[in-house]
């Protein structure tokens, strides 16, 4: 069953010198007449993508090719700009370190949030916190506000939350790479243990061994596009290859 289809799908964005973006200097500038039109860069170009229930995808790419780009597309973070994008079922996506949680308030009441963020009750989400902090190895920090966490803590927490939840697909951007080895590890079965339980599960990480070990499908992205798709093997073993000549 098909679980996700893009066709054509673009994505202009702004570049990054608008992110500066200043009244003052604005007006002056169209006074002077001096202004020019913001810049825009392509960062999606006309993706065409249809990941099938239970399919565990890794995507690479070099930095700036995308991959964050697409998964936040795909989660309904960022809205194309043209083409379409569908989704069916319930999604979870990790995808910026620490997006979702609020870093005033507790590690307990970040994970009710989280939970009601992702259309679930107060309740269920309250019987599901034992073992969202067990997993995340937390218990003891259940009642410290998240700014107290290390980064490797609040990647445990947002993994242990998403993973905790068994949506139809998961969604994961690099988490893997900011927790220790022995949390890695434990992350790394309990995706094994999602494949198993027909979810799907996308992946972006620079760890190509990981990507070879754990996904099937394999997706290249460069420069916005898809250069390869196909058996998460012989899409690293391209990408290496490309490496090579560069
Ligand atoms: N908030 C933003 N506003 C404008 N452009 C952005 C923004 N975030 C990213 N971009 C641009 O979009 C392009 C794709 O970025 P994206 O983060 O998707 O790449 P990536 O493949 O995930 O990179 P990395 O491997 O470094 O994480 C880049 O050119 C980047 O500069």
């Known amino acids: 069953m098909e679980v996700i289809r893009l066709d054509e799908v673009s994505l202009w964005r702004r570049t990054q010198e608008e992110f500066s973006y200043d009244l003052k200097k604005t007006l002056l500038s169209v006074i002077e007449g001096k202004y020019r039109q913001p810049a825009k860069k392509l960062v999606l170009d006309k993706i065409d993508l ?68 992702l259309g679930f009750s107060r309740s269920e989400m309250r019987e599901r ?16 506000p998240v700014k107290g966490l290390s980064s490797g803590m609040v990647a445990r927490l947002g993994f242990a939350i998403a993973t905790d939840i068994q949506p139809d697909i998961l969604i994961l951007d690099e988490v893997l790479s900011v927790g220790d080895e022995s949390f890695k590890n434990k992350c790394k079965q309990r995706i094994d243990k999602f494949w198993d339980d027909n979810a799907t599960v996308l992946v972006v990480s620079h760890d190509l061994r990981f990507v070879q070990q754990s996904c099937v499908r394999g997706i290249w992205l460069d420069k916005g596009k898809i250069l390869f798709m196909g058996g998460a093997d012989e899409t690293v073993d391209c990408y290496l290859e490309a490496l090579k000549k560069i």
């Open 50 to 117: 249809v990941v099938e229930r239970g399919e565990k995808i890794g995507i690479i790419g070099a930095n700036g090719s995308g991959k964050s780009t697409l998964l936040k597309i795909i989660s309904g973070i960022l809205k194309q700009s043209s083409g379409t994008v569908r989704v069916r079922g319930q999604i979870a996506p990790l995808i910026e370190l620490g997006a979702g949680f609020d870093a005033e308030i507790s590690v307990m009441d970040n994970i009710l949030l989280y939970g009601v963020l």
């Open 129 to 144: 916190t034992q073992s969202i902090l067990d997993f995340a190895e937390l218990q003891d920090y259940a009642l410290v």
